[in-house]
């Protein structure tokens, strides 16, 4: 059977799976501190980041990575703050 000029066989395929995406399961707020838990692959570093401004580029960390999914941190002065979690390598 002849599949063209522009066709070719696959002999082999390989699937490599998927980072899961971290899951933010419980955002609160006690005293003055903003909290967040989520999930967590054993093993896996995480690395949590905020902007105050989303047209800016420019995330920073907050503390030092970490394997465990919480984070409790202050709430500071600026109108609003976004935060986002980077699952590390």
Do not use: K
């Amino acid at each position: 059977m002849s599949l063209g000029a522009d066709r070719a066989w696959v002999d082999q395929v390989s699937f490599v799976p998927a980072p899961v995406i971290p899951v933010i399961e419980h955002v609160y707020q006690t005293n003055h501190n903003f909290c967040m838990e989520w999930d967590t692959l054993p093993g896996r570093w995480y690395q949590v980041q905020y902007n105050t401004n989303l047209v800016q580029t420019n995330w920073m960390n907050l503390g030092a990575p970490g394997t465990n999914g919480t984070l409790s941190t202050l709430i500071g002065s600026e109108p609003q703050r976004f935060f986002r979690i980077l699952l590390l390598p």
